[in-house]
């Protein structure tokens, strides 16, 4: 459980920096993207994301077996 739950973080992670990428890769546009208006509003959710994440590794390292 815990390499695909470790696997699927850094899937989001590596998507998410993409995202950011393409958002600011172009420096010369006169107009806002949609997602632009919108991000104020997904910093909390992302937050919420983050915290719910951290929940489920520390569950996850809690099932490891031990050697």
């Not at 632009?36 to 997904?42: F, G, K, N, P, T």
């Not at 520390?58 to 050697?67: E, V």
């Amino acid at each position: 459980m815990w390499p695909e739950l470790l696997a699927q973080q850094v899937e989001v992670a590596l998507d998410h920096c993409g995202r950011v990428a393409d958002l600011v890769g172009d420096a010369s546009r006169q107009l806002t993207d949609c997602s632009e208006l919108l991000a104020h509003h997904q910093l909390p959710l992302r937050r919420t994301q983050l915290g719910i994440g951290r929940g489920q590794i520390a569950r996850a390292l809690l099932h490891l077996p031990i050697k």
